[in-house]
């Protein structure tokens, strides 16, 4: 169908985030990542004019999780009790 290409993130995981569920081919060595099938309502247009949108959304989605981990953990170690959003990053 179409090509997204994106060396600091898979495709796949930027549209799996936004909901939009496709099959695809991801080429970690130049970041090319094939899209064969969409299985939503989006449309090749719709993905190709919003992924760099969807993108930043994500990193930044990445990024808060990342500090809501850390605050869970120093709160663990303190002994403080965790908020919803903190505890649901606790894998045990």
């Known amino acids: 169908m179409f090509t997204i290409t994106d060396t600091e993130n898979n495709p796949c ?8 569920r496709v099959d695809s081919k991801y080429s970690v060595a130049d970041g090319v ?12 247009s719709d993905i190709e004019t919003n992924y760099d949108t969807w ?3 994500y990193k930044t989605a ?8 850390a605050s869970a953990k120093a709160k663990l170690i303190a002994g403080e ?8 990053t606790i894998v045990l």
């Open 13 to 20: 995981f930027v549209l799996s985030f936004k909901g939009v």
């Open 33 to 44: 990542c094939e899209i064969l099938t969409i299985h939503t309502d989006h449309t090749q």
């Open 55 to 57: 993108k930043a959304e």
């Open 62 to 69: 990445e990024e808060n999780k990342v500090d809501v981990k």
């Open 81 to 88: 009790p965790l908020t919803e959003e903190e505890a649901d």
